[in-house]
Antibody, heavy 118, light 107 residues
Framework: QVQLQQWGPGLLKPSETLSLTCSVY????????WTWIRQSPGKTLEWIGE???????IYNPSLKSRVTMSVDTSKNQFSLNLNSVTAADTAVYFC????????????WGQGSLVTVSS | DIQMTQSPSSVSASVGDRVTITCRAS??????LVWYQQRPGEAPKVLIY???SLESGVPARFSGSGSGTEFTLTISSLQPEDFATYYC?????????FGQGTKLEIK
């Protein structure tokens, strides 16, 4: 059974860099794409971007200037960096596995609440 | 960006009721439409992909239909565990965008 487990700091100050990592257990990075999605308190879901096992990325244009995603196939992990955070970046961040060709996410991490506050 | 609009924003229903949620896209998305269910404090869970394909393990009371710009999610007979928020997402072009959600509450 595939499981995604994510972790990272929960509290950041404005202008710092948000860094989250998602480990994949019970499956390979190969053959799928890997997505980050966030949800601001009480709001809808926002697609941040996705990366494949080869490291090719697609980012949301609204965040593209601040986002970097990477994969570490040796550790079966992928990561999200979002720099210059503000209070507007306060959200629950989810990692998820995407089905290539079917275009949906079938396994999700547990979510990480990241709060940006001075 | 493609805008996804769900209706209603919230609905109250009883166990056993039939409920339909609509999702409209601001431009045609063929059938690249996904429905997710999210319970409070949990990650979303996929129900339907490609507009009408039922994800493995999802009860058959869930069904999806539509193509182009208008899509529906139907729950044929509500069960207690179905009270949650439902989101549609288009996957035809980047950025992949979600609807604002439909909260299904117990009447």
């Amino acid at each position: 059974q595939v499981q995604l487990q994510q972790w990272g700091p929960g509290l950041l100050k404005p202008s710092e860099t948000l860094s989250l990592t998602c480990s994949v257990y019970g499956g390979s990075l190969s053959g799928y794409y890997w997505t980050w999605i966030r949800q601001s308190p009480g709001k809808t879901l926002e697609w941040i971007g996705e990366i494949n096992h080869g490291g090719s990325t697609i980012y949301n244009p609204s965040l593209k200037s601040r986002v970097t995603m990477s994969v570490d196939t040796s550790k079966n992990q992928f990561s999200l960096n979002l720099n210059s955070v503000t209070a507007a970046d306060t959200a629950v961040y989810f990692c998820a596995r995407g089905r290539i060709g079917l275009r949906y996410s079938d396994h999700w991490g547990q979510g990480s609440l990241v709060t940006v506050s001075s | 960006d493609i805008q996804m609009t769900q209706s209603p924003s919230s609905v109250s229903a009883s166990v056993g009721d039939r409920v339909t949620i609509t999702c409209r896209a601001s431009q045609p998305i063929t059938n690249w439409l996904v429905w997710y269910q999210q319970r409070p404090g949990e990650a979303p869970k996929v129900l339907i992909y490609a507009a009408s394909s039922l994800e493995s393990g999802v009860p058959a009371r869930f069904s999806g239909s539509g193509s182009g710009t208008e899509f529906t999610l139907t729950i044929s007979s509500l069960q207690p565990e179905d009270f949650a928020t439902y989101y549609c997402q288009q996957a035809t072009s980047f950025p992949k965008t979600f609807g604002q959600g439909t909260k299904l509450e117990i009447k």
